[in-house]
């Protein structure tokens, strides 16, 4: 790819169960009316992090214009290499624009872009047991949530809250809490136990699965990562929780534990499933280290922001 102009946009038309593709003119017009733009298609999974890892020397701008899967590859591709990433929210759930500019209006168009502010914000890191490692911008899941992820991915005629509810039911009917020895390194103190866990989320942003608020005082910036863990507790009683999870409520719960992290040790006696940013992660078992990248990345953000980002 030849075309040198400062903004990349990466559009999946496969986010959103396909239904993004229906923008794809809209925003190929756009992307042509302006001389510092250039827009290429995702084809495959995992094509977004191809394409930002060979074109981010070449640009100022990668905008992911997706779901948060697409902006997890965008950001495992580019982390760590000076380049700035942008949302254009194309997904289901949209969850991490909803921390990076709480209570805004999504924005038409794409010209904000070109006069956008820029801003550090925190990642998670996780290093797997065979040395490999990835990056999540959002929030990561254990257990129960990677299981929901899952099956919402398997789900495809099912769109929004409606794919989570459905999802959430069906991991439940077969569901017991695995046990989990946890190390979790605070500011000031460790904390550890081994126990069963029923649900297990570590956050950088507060919304997860479009409305579930897991960690609702998250900030991306604090460099710190929120852990919510819900101990082992039967079916039955999970479901008043489902409440507390869509109001952030959850964290006054005495069968909750809720706090800020430097890093998380994970320890599964059983293989199981792990989302990061919604991405499906199969099998995964042995040793998770889980810790946080203060200002792992700079993302586009609005000039209004209270944290005063700086101009690109």
């Known amino acids: 790819m030849t075309n040198r102009s400062r903004y990349l946009f990466i559009f999946n038309p496969a986010a959103d169960k396909g239904r993004a593709s229906r923008k794809s003119a809209w925003l190929e017009a756009l992307v042509t009316e302006s001389q510092e733009s250039v827009m290429v298609r995702t084809t495959h999974a995992g094509h ?8 981010h020397r070449q640009r100022t701008s990668i905008i992911s214009c997706g779901g948060d899967g697409t902006l997890h590859e965008v950001v495992n591709a580019v982390a760590g290499e000076g380049c700035t990433v942008g949302v254009l929210p194309f997904g289901s759930g949209n969850d991490f624009i909803k921390t990076l500019n709480p209570e805004r209006k999504q924005r038409r168009g794409i010209s904000h872009f070109f006069k956008s502010g820029s801003r550090e914000v925190d990642l998670g890191r996780v ?9 999540f911008i959002n929030s990561l899941g254990i257990g129960f949530t990677g ?22 039911l069906t991991v439940l009917a077969g569901y017991s809490a695995p046990k989990m020895k946890i190390t979790i390194t605070l500011e000031n103190s460790v904390l550890e136990f081994d126990e069963p866990v029923f649900a297990f ?9 479009g409305k579930f608020r897991i960690a609702p005082h ?6 710190l ?14 479901f008043p929780y489902v409440f507390k999870y869509l109001n952030g409520t959850q964290i006054n719960d005495p069968k909750v ?14 293989p199981d499933v792990m989302h990061m940013d919604g ?14 990248v203060p200002n792992g990345i700079t993302m586009l953000c609005d000039l209004s922001e209270d944290s005063e980002p700086k101009k690109v």
């Open 127 to 135: 290093a797997f047991a065979n040395s490999d490692h990835r990056f």
């Open 257 to 270: 534990i809720y706090c800020k992290a430097k890093a998380v040790d994970v320890t599964l006696t059983e």
């Open 225 to 238: 990562l929120d852990v919510c863990i819900l101990k082992g507790i039967t079916k039955l009683e999970f």
């Open 218 to 223: 998250a900030e991306i910036t604090d460099g």
């Open 48 to 55: 977004a992090g191809v394409i930002a890892r060979a074109e």
């Open 147 to 168: 299981r929901v992820a899952k099956s919402v991915k398997g789900a495809p005629w099912l769109k929004g809250e409606l794919a989570y509810l459905y999802a959430l």
């Open 279 to 292: 991405e499906v992660y199969d099998d995964i078992h042995g040793r998770v280290a889980i810790s946080v």
């Open 201 to 209: 989320s570590v956050s950088n942003g507060k919304v997860e699965g």
